[in-house]
């Protein structure tokens, strides 16, 4: 049964830093993977999605790579803002189910 | 404005009572899903439904129902057989392409409190 991973489960840094949000999965016949944000009390966002056959994807500050074979993928966030703060949770999909999610790495960027 | 609308956004019940959670989506998305979100446990399938008139149970359905009788809806209706059904739900939906998710789209959740 495929599982997901995320590591650390919370991390602080100060304003401006670069830092990396991890994600592994057990199973790696996977369709595509997908990031997410999710703010206190909220729904989630979607950030990026990176496709099987796909290395990595860029949005703005943010850029997601992907190592299938390994069964890992990051989400490396540039120059980050207090605004960066939320839970971010990646999300892997197998064929015929719905997507599998990890539990998620909340972050806290301070001023 | 395209988008998920879930409804009540806060939702109180007394034990032994059912109470269905609304969820529509006017993306024109095929698939549809019900999550479930508890502190530290991160997100649970509850219901998926890939088409209408068909849905599959999730990993933690007992004591859920749910039907899909229009692509834009899909109610949710926890009974009083959820033993601990006091959590965060998340209504989701995206396109198919075969097997293949495409990208999620998420409502902004509703929150149902047991008394």
């Known amino acids: 049964k495929q599982e997901v991973t995320q590591i650390p489960a919370a991390l602080s840094v100060p304003e401006g830093e670069n830092l990396v949000l991890n994600c592994s999965f057990t199973d790696s016949a996977i369709y595509n993977l997908q990031w997410f944000r999710q703010d206190p009390g909220k729904g989630l966002t979607s950030l990026l999605l990176i496709q099987s056959s796909q290395r990595e994807q860029t949005s703005g500050r943010l850029n997601a790579s992907l190592d299938k074979s390994s069964g890992r993928s990051t989400l490396y966030i540039a120059a980050s803002q207090p605004g960066d703060s939320a839970t971010y949770l990646c999300a892997v999909n197998q064929a015929g189910t719905a997507l599998i999610f990890g539990k998620g790495t909340t972050l806290s960027v301070s001023s | 404005d395209g988008g998920i609308t879930q409804s009540p956004k806060y939702l109180f019940r007394k034990e032994g009572q059912n109470v269905t959670l609304s969820c529509e989506q006017n993306l024109n998305h095929d698939a549809m899903y019900w999550y479930r979100q508890d502190p530290g446990q991160g997100l649970r399938l509850i219901y998926y439904?890939?088409?209408?008139?068909?849905?599959q149970k999730g990993d933690i359905a007992e004591g859920y129902s749910v039907s899909r009788e229009k692509k834009e809806s899909f109610p949710l209706t926890v009974t009083s057989a959820q033993k601990n059904p006091t959590a965060f739900y998340l209504c989701?939906?995206?396109?198919?392409?075969?097997?293949?998710?495409?990208?999620?789209?998420f409502g902004e959740g509703s929150r149902l409190t047991v008394l």
């Open positions: 989701a939906s995206s396109t198919l392409a075969g097997r293949n998710t495409g990208e999620l789209f």
């Open positions: 439904s890939q088409i209408v008139n068909d849905f």
